[in-house]
């Protein structure tokens, strides 16, 4: 009995280890919180920024997004839908639902306007192909709703190092 015990305490002691190296680790690969130079953070030169980082939509901007936004409910709009958008690294929209438009902004910026309210909708996106074939390179990507447009979507995209880079990619929009 006294051997079940021994076992029992050095399996305790060697998860004990894992799990504190593991934290360690963790805590070593979080990123700098020092904020990007201009240069860096792939924002247009000659368009206000907004605090959060995305670039203020213009009157006409605005305006289109308002006129896309439909009265009540798009045929394809119900409860629990899903609408999506796949976007080609030059901002043009290739295979969407619900989505009227995209625009690129400067390196790795992008909006998506649906022609529905997503201000109950949950965003997804993930780097992606516009081929039939192959996998697409790794890096990152961001998404938020767009500043003062309730029907639109930012994101912004990476290559693997942080640095914004042109990526195509697929974004989905679900709604409760």
């Known amino acids: 009995m006294a051997r079940i015990i021994s076992r029992?305490?050095?399996?305790?002691?060697?998860?004990?280890?894992?799990l504190t190296l593991a934290g360690g680790g963790i805590a070593a690969a979080q990123t700098s919180t020092v904020a990007k130079p201009a240069a860096q953070s792939g924002q247009p030169a000659g368009r206000a920024v907004a605090p959060s980082g995305q670039p203020?939509?213009?009157?006409?901007?605005?305006?289109?997004?308002?006129?896309?936004?439909?009265?009540?409910?798009?045929?394809?709009?119900?409860?629990?839908?899903?609408?999506?958008?796949?976007?080609?690294?030059a901002g043009s929209l290739l295979r969407l639902r619900d989505a009227v438009?995209?625009?690129?902004?400067?390196?790795?910026q992008y909006q998506v306007i649906f022609n529905r309210s997503l201000?109950?909708?949950?965003?997804?996106?993930?780097?992606?192909?516009?081929?039939?074939?192959?996998?697409?390179?790794?890096?990152e990507i961001s998404v938020a709703p767009r500043l003062?447009?309730?029907?639109?979507?930012?994101?912004?995209?990476?290559?693997?190092?942080?640095?914004p880079l042109d990526r195509p990619f697929h974004l989905a929009v679900f709604t409760p």
């Open 8 to 18: 029992r305490a050095v399996a305790v002691t060697f998860g004990v280890l894992v």
């Open 56 to 89: 203020q939509p213009t009157a006409a901007e605005a305006a289109a997004a308002k006129a896309a936004l439909k009265e009540g409910m798009s045929p394809s709009y119900v409860n629990g839908s899903t609408s999506f958008a796949v976007v080609s690294s």
């Open 101 to 108: 438009s995209a625009t690129r902004y400067g390196p790795g």
């Open 119 to 139: 201000t109950q909708a949950a965003f997804v996106a993930t780097l992606g192909t516009t081929a039939d074939c192959c996998i697409p390179l790794s890096g």
């Open 148 to 163: 003062a447009t309730p029907n639109g979507v930012f994101v912004q995209t990476y290559d693997s190092t942080g640095a």
